[in-house]
């Protein structure tokens, strides 16, 4: 079964230091998300990609935060410097197409970021 | 905008026994409703989706759940718990342009045998 590829599972890091994250979505999906969920919330979406252009990037803080997917598969998320508060689980997930009635999300394992 | 509410924010049940979680939305136009679960420390897996059709939708793991649009709500449903069923569930809507998903805050559900 297809899945979802994050990596790393987990990330330590002290706060002013640049972390990034990798994604790779299920072969043949064109929309790629990333999420940050806050211990004890649900998930809230940070950047939507289709294919390789930025469709939806409001919720993302762009003065620390960065996105890129350049070849319309994989994907990166950077944070730089991370700070306390961005301590989370950042989630990738990816659709066939978002501009498709019926679109179904699936989910990475994610990453686990603490900022000491 | 949209929003999801998940009333509970615990919910302890004996294996065994039966299951709802409770889950309102809201959003103007017809919502498409899904169910995640997740284990702790992994990622989201989808248990079921309502797109349009038939109100009472059945998805993995014997779980079913019902829209109902008079209420705003996508309650999900179990008839027999297993312990392997804890785990955290989440409601979401997904709507707007590009159909992203909003997520309630989630039930934590605890099973005690």
């Known amino acids: 079964e297809a899945e979802v590829a994050q990596s790393p599972r987990y990330k330590i890091t002290e706060k002013s230091q640049a972390v990034a994250f990798w994604c790779d979505p299920i072969s043949g999906h064109a929309t790629l998300y990333w999420y940050r969920q806050i211990l004890g919330q649900g998930p809230e979406l940070l950047v939507q990609f289709q294919d390789e252009s930025v469709v939806d990037d409001s919720q993302l803080p762009k003065d620390r935060f960065s996105a890129e997917r350049l070849k319309g598969v994989d994907s990166t998320l950077k944070i730089q410097p991370a700070e306390l508060g961005d301590s989370a689980m950042y989630l990738c997930?990816?659709?066939?197409?978002?501009?498709?009635?019926?679109?179904?999300?699936?989910f990475g394992a994610g990453t686990r970021l603490s900022v000491l | 905008a949209q929003s999801v509410t998940q009333p509970d924010i615990h919910i302890t049940v004996s294996e065994g026994a039966s299951l709802e979680l409770r889950c309102n939305y809201s959003y103007g136009a017809t919502p498409y409703l899904f169910w995640y679960v997740q284990s702790p420390g992994q990622g989201l897996q989808l248990l079921l989706k309502?797109?349009?059709?038939?109100?009472l939708v059945q998805g993995i793991k014997g779980f079913e759940a019902e829209f109902k649009r008079s209420q705003s709500s996508f309650n999900l449903r179990k008839p027999s718990v297993h312990w392997s069923d804890a785990a955290e569930y989440f409601c979401?809507?997904?709507?707007?342009?590009?159909?992203?998903?909003?997520f309630g805050a989630g039930t934590i559900l605890r099973v005690k045998s």
């Open positions: 997930a990816s659709s066939l197409d978002s501009g498709t009635s019926k679109n179904i999300q699936y």
């Open positions: 309502y797109f349009s059709g038939d109100t």
């Open positions: 979401a809507v997904g709507a707007g342009y590009g159909n992203k998903l909003v």
